[in-house]
């Protein structure tokens, strides 16, 4: 069992900047790949992030990259995603998931077995 707990959302004005944080507990946290995936109303949970078990590995979705950056400290079982330069259609619940079938992230979330609750991302215009 894994237990994911988001925290850091909020409102900010276009141009600025949030960290997120993804805080594990249960399963060994350095032993899976961890994604974050944001929803907005209406539309369909996207991919935004993952990193590898060794964080060797990353991938970032086109509309993100350059902008927000993923990393982890597993001695302290966290996954941030650092976002940067926000913009209006970066507003969504952004949700982290593990993936404890594989060392490897993936784009699909179907394929990761567990997730958080959401923390709500607002960006003003």
């Known amino acids: 069992q894994v237990q994911l707990t988001e925290s850091g959302g909020g409102l900010v004005q276009a141009g600025g900047s949030l960290r997120l944080s993804c805080a594990a507990s249960g399963r060994t946290f350095s032993t899976y790949a961890v994604g974050w995936f944001r929803q907005a109303p209406g539309k369909e949970r996207e991919f935004v992030s993952g990193i590898t078990w060794s964080r060797a590995g990353t991938d970032y979705a086109d509309s993100v990259k350059g902008r927000f950056t993923i990393s982890r400290e597993n001695a302290k079982n966290t996954v941030y995603l650092q976002m940067n330069s926000l913009k209006p259609e970066d507003t969504a619940v952004y949700y982290c998931?593990?993936?404890?079938?594989?060392?490897?992230?993936?784009?699909?979330?179907?394929?990761?077995?567990?997730w958080g609750q959401g923390t709500q991302v607002t960006v003003s215009s």
């Open positions: 998931a593990a993936r404890t079938t594989s060392i490897y992230t993936d784009r699909v979330p179907r394929n990761y077995n567990y």
